[in-house]
């Protein structure tokens, strides 16, 4: 199992990114995809999680309270991709940031690193002016 964070870079405040995971090695569909960041001098923490989805229901998301409103995660099944939408960037979201998937259903109170069971490596995203 592979999974390759993409999509870091620099940005000035206000701007956007979009970081991409691509996962190989295991059916997707039955996984729930996590993106963590860790800050210089900072612990890692949870940013957003997104859920498997079924044909009636559409997927659960959740979102650490300092992204809502600005990140929107989703996923693509069929290119085994899972996407974070990051708008109006600030310095504070300076992380390298990581995506990691599990075959439990997580949600921001019970997603942990530790309790994934595969995890990529890290894309840096810099916001600076």
């Known amino acids: 199992v592979q999974l390759q964070a993409s999509g870091g870079g620099l940005v000035q405040p206000g701007g956007s990114l979009r970081l991409s995971c691509v996962i190989s090695?295991?059916?997707?569909?039955?996984?729930?995809i996590g993106w963590f960041r860790q800050a210089p001098g900072k612990e890692r923490e949870g940013v957003s999680c997104?859920?498997?989805?079924?044909?009636?229901?559409?997927?659960?998301?959740d979102y650490a309270d300092s992204v809502k409103g600005r990140f929107a995660i989703s996923r693509d099944n069929v290119k085994k991709t899972v996407y974070l939408q990051m708008n109006s960037l600030e310095p504070e979201d300076t992380a390298v940031y990581y995506c990691?998937?599990?075959?439990?259903?997580?949600?921001?109170?019970?997603?942990?690193?530790?309790?994934?069971?595969?995890w990529g490596r890290g894309t840096l995203v810099t916001v600076s002016s």
């Open positions: 990691a998937v599990t075959r439990w259903g997580i949600t921001m109170a019970t997603m942990t690193w530790g309790g994934m069971n595969y």
């Open positions: 997104i859920n498997r989805s079924n044909r009636n229901t559409p997927a659960y998301t």
């Open positions: 090695g295991l059916d997707l569909e039955y996984y729930a």
